[in-house]
């Protein structure tokens, strides 16, 4: 199983990006997706999660400007940033609960850099 996330770039504040993450491989299904970011020298912090039934939260700091949203037909797990800040910058990463033989194991993707110029 892996999780392939994609979209990132260098944006000037104020402007737009939209990540996207697929999971491929053998299973069943897919509880909770998550992203997360990880600026230099700090660490990483949970940005958004939707669960299988599409109930969503957001940390403080991109509520109202980022929203998470899925499809469980293809697997994905979007990210559409708006208003960016150049806080924003850092490596995004998709986090997913994949069930395999009725056990769920939590997998990570590789980042995508995502950098706001002011």
């Known amino acids: 199983v892996q999780l392939q996330a994609c979209g990132g770039g260098l944006v000037q504040a104020g402007g737009s990006l939209r990540l996207s993450c697929a999971a491929s491989?053998?299973?069943?299904?897919?509880?909770?997706m998550r992203w997360f970011r990880q600026a230099p020298g700090k660490q990483r912090e949970l940005v958004a999660g939707i669960t299988g039934g599409g109930r969503t939260n957001y940390a403080d700091s991109v509520k109202g400007r980022f929203t998470i949203s899925r499809d469980n037909a293809k697997s994905t797990v979007t990210l559409q940033m708006n208003s960016l800040k150049p806080e924003d910058t850092a490596a995004y990463y998709c986090n997913a609960d994949i069930v395999r033989f009725a056990v769920a194991v939590n997998y990570w993707g590789q980042g995508t850099q995502v950098t706001v110029s002011s």
């Open positions: 491989g053998s299973f069943s299904s897919i509880n909770d």
